[in-house]
T-cell receptor, first 113, second 110 residues
Framework: DADVTQTPRNRITKTGKRIMLECSQT?????MYWYRQDPGLGLQLIYY???????NKGEISDGYSVSRQAQAKFSLSLESAIPNQTALYFC????????????FGPGTRLTVL | QKEVEQDPGPLSVPEGAIVSLNCTYS??????FMWYRQYSRKGPELLMY????GNKEDGRFTAQVDKSSKYISLFIRDSQPSDSATYLC??????????FGGGTRLMVKP
């Protein structure tokens, strides 16, 4: 079984709809992250959490919110989706290590019409 | 200007060629340097990491860091079609967070 799972894998929605992307991990890591990937822009950090009671904004948090329901679960919400939020979304986890190796889920392809 | 710059490619090479992938960066605070490989429709996976200036080898892969020039490279020897992927450089800052380059798409043709 995969260590980091994301649901759904693909989602098409309409402008203005609320969307939730879910991430679960079995690696036992405290740190979890949400990124979006656009062609040529690499991975941009949306939110991150170092433990269940810790939530931090990343570089592109506007229009997004998150919830850390448990050590193993971290959800990303788009309260009112807009077309420029069409992208690949990745969840990642890491241990509290020196060089912060991050382990990524398989991604969610989101299309907002 | 982005903190980390990476040529998006695509880079197309014949099987067996030596591949050179590069990134430049502007933030002197970056402490660790990583290369992630991302296959189509998959999440990125860590390929190599290095801390100091110099070279680090792992099989057919060599990571090179030149902190004085703020330049890192990944060399792939005897490239294989299975190496076809997007390669992302990533840098770790003092706050232990990653900054990614935009990725270079590599295609190795049989």
């Amino acid at each position: 079984d995969a260590d980091v799972t994301q649901t759904p894998r693909n989602r098409i929605t309409k402008t203005g709809k609320r969307i939730m992307l879910e991430c679960s991990q079995t690696k036992g890591h405290d740190r979890m992250y949400w990124y979006r990937q656009d062609p040529g822009l690499g991975l941009q950090l949306i939110y991150y959490s170092f433990d269940v009671k810790d939530i931090n904004k990343g570089e592109i948090s506007d229009g997004y919110s998150v919830s850390r329901q448990a050590q193993a679960k971290f959800s990303l919400s788009l309260e009112s989706a807009i077309p420029n939020q069409t992208a690949l979304y990745f969840c990642a986890t890491s241990a509290d290590g020196v060089y912060n190796e991050q382990f990524f889920g398989p991604g969610t392809r989101l299309t907002v019409l | 200007q982005k903190e980390v710059e990476q040529d998006p490619g695509p880079l197309s090479v014949p099987e067996g060629a030596i591949v050179s992938l590069n990134c430049t960066y502007s933030n002197s605070a970056f402490q660790y340097f990583m290369w992630y490989r991302q296959y189509s429709r998959k999440g990125p996976e860590l390929l190599m990491y290095t801390y100091s200036s110099g070279n680090k080898e792992d099989g057919r892969f060599t990571a090179q860091v030149d902190k004085s020039s703020k330049y890192i490279s990944l060399f792939i020897r005897d490239s294989q079609p299975s190496d076809s992927a997007t390669y992302l450089c990533a840098m770790v800052n003092a706050g232990n967070m990653l900054t990614f380059g935009g990725g270079t798409r590599l295609m190795v043709k049989p």
